[in-house]
């Protein structure tokens, strides 16, 4: 029996479906999963094993401790440490299984003559991790243990952006200086379909392996994976002209009859959405009234089709009602949404 006043279902069938169609982008196309900040709030260690037992050998997380946590004995599956070297012994990376990618000149002078396999990251114009164009000539790219070159789009979620050629453009000028076994690597979710040339040898998918999206392109080709529910914990009836939550924001016009929801900002339902946000039951949809608090919410259920009674679930997103639709209410990104659920919703996986 689950608990929880909160409930995350997630429909691993249709995760491993978006998987596989970024497996089937093109013929041995590596399709690398990021699964860092606890994949996107839906439980590394849950979706690695998951993933591993459905062919992939393939990960980038992070940091060096969301590597460590996936506790990785298999020398076939390699895990990218996205955040690098920083100050942490090379010995670490050696005993955790992991693959630092390289991100700065003073990274890649530490570990050049060393035995450890690693990445080298470009900036191509994002300017946020990697190495700086002018600094490539101290790089050497005929150096044994460099197994993977990386980049990242800026603007890859936008189809007819420039940028994203421009970028394509300067990561193509790096072919000619690696041997043929160096990997390359410059598409995320959204980058991965812009077109076939920007696969590479690998791409790197993370909110589209979630069933999440910033463009309609994306939405055409992937299936939904999470459903958001919270958990009527009091149903009550509220007076006419009186307040709801904290500060006195809402005032009832009529005797209303109310639902108090066991969610709040500590599970990810943001303030933002405080008297215009919506949770929904079957064909019905409740108006959040008054402040959204830190462990619950109310809604307005008087005109509710159904009975309704305390430990039942109400959805906050679903199947109709995606992530998207909830991000854009609270002017955000799915991104955002998916890893601000808290830990107290029990993450189901279906």
Same mark, same amino acid.
């Given at each position: 029996?689950?608990?929880?006043?909160?409930?995350?279902? /997630?429909?691993?069938? !249709?995760?491993?479906? *978006? %998987?596989?169609?970024? @497996?089937?982008? $093109?013929? #041995? +196309? =590596?399709?690398?999963?990021?699964?860092?900040?606890?994949?996107?709030?839906?439980?590394?260690?849950?979706?690695?094993?998951?993933?591993?037992?459905?062919?992939?050998?393939?990960?980038?997380?992070?940091?060096?401790?969301?590597?460590?946590?996936?506790?990785?004995?298999?020398?076939?599956?390699? /895990?990218?440490?996205? !955040?690098?070297?920083? *100050? %942490?012994?090379?010995? @670490?990376?050696? $005993?955790? #299984? +992991? =693959?630092?990618?390289?991100?700065?000149?003073?990274?890649?002078?530490?570990?050049?003559?060393?035995?450890?396999?690693?990445?080298?990251?470009?900036?191509?114009?994002?300017?946020?991790?990697?190495?700086?164009?002018?600094?490539?000539?101290?790089?050497?790219?005929?150096?044994?243990?460099?197994?993977?070159?990386?980049?990242?789009?800026?603007?890859?979620?936008?189809?007819?952006?420039?940028?994203?050629?421009?970028?394509?453009?300067?990561?193509?000028?790096?072919?000619?200086?690696?041997?043929?076994?160096?990997?390359?690597?410059?598409?995320?979710?959204?980058?991965?379909?812009?077109?076939?040339?920007?696969?590479?040898?690998?791409?790197?998918?993370?909110?589209?392996?979630?069933?999440?999206?910033?463009?309609?392109?994306?939405?055409?080709?992937?299936?939904?994976?999470?459903?958001?529910?919270?958990?009527?914990?009091?149903?009550?009836?509220?007076?006419?002209?009186?307040?709801?939550?904290?500060?006195?924001?809402?005032?009832?016009?009529?005797?209303?009859?109310?639902?108090?929801?066991?969610?709040?900002?500590?599970?990810?339902?943001?303030?933002?959405?405080?008297?215009?946000?919506?949770?929904?039951?079957?064909?019905?949809?409740?108006?959040?009234?008054?402040?959204?608090?830190?462990?619950?919410?109310?809604?307005?259920?008087?005109?509710?089709?159904?009975?309704?009674?305390?430990?039942?679930?109400?959805?906050?997103?679903?199947?109709?009602?995606?992530?998207?639709?909830?991000?854009?209410?609270?002017?955000?990104?799915?991104?955002?949404?998916?890893?601000?659920?808290?830990?107290?919703?029990?993450?189901?996986?279906?």
């Amino acid at each position: 029996m689950i608990n929880s006043s909160g409930i995350l279902n /997630i429909n691993t069938k !249709n995760l491993i479906f *978006n %998987y596989n169609y970024y @497996k089937k982008l $093109k013929k #041995n +196309l =590596i399709v690398a999963p990021t699964i860092k900040a606890n994949a996107y709030g839906l439980g590394d260690n849950k979706i690695f094993n998951l993933l591993v037992k459905n062919g992939c050998k393939h990960f980038f997380v992070a940091t060096l401790s969301e590597g460590l946590k996936l506790k990785n004995k298999n020398n076939s599956i390699q /895990i990218y440490v996205l !955040n690098g070297l920083q *100050n %942490y012994k090379l010995n @670490k990376f050696v $005993k955790g #299984n +992991l =693959i630092p990618v390289i991100n700065s000149i003073e990274e890649y002078k530490r570990i050049k003559n060393s035995n450890i396999n690693f990445a080298i990251h470009i900036d191509t114009g994002m300017n946020r991790l990697g190495i700086s164009l002018e600094n490539i000539e101290f790089l050497n790219f005929k150096n044994p243990n460099m197994k993977l070159i990386i980049s990242h789009l800026s603007s890859s979620d936008e189809d007819k952006n420039k940028y994203n050629f421009r970028q394509k453009k300067i990561f193509n000028t790096f072919f000619k200086k690696v041997s043929k076994s160096v990997l390359f690597s410059l598409a995320n979710a959204h980058g991965a379909i812009l077109n076939k040339t920007y696969l590479y040898d690998m791409i790197r998918p993370g909110i589209g392996i979630y069933g999440c999206y910033e463009n309609k392109k994306l939405e055409k080709k992937i299936k939904n994976v999470v459903c958001f529910k919270g958990k009527i914990i009091q149903i009550k009836y509220i007076q006419k002209k009186e307040y709801v939550g904290y500060n006195r924001t809402y005032k009832t016009k009529n005797r209303i009859k109310a639902a108090i929801i066991g969610l709040g900002y500590e599970d990810g339902i943001p303030r933002l959405l405080s008297n215009k946000g919506f949770a929904y039951f079957k064909n019905d949809r409740f108006r959040i009234i008054g402040r959204i608090s830190m462990d619950t919410f109310t809604i307005d259920i008087s005109k509710s089709s159904y009975d309704l009674k305390v430990g039942m679930y109400i959805d906050i997103i679903n199947e109709k009602h995606k992530i998207n639709k909830f991000a854009k209410q609270c002017k955000t990104i799915s991104y955002e949404v998916l890893t601000s659920i808290g830990n107290r919703v029990y993450r189901n996986y279906e």
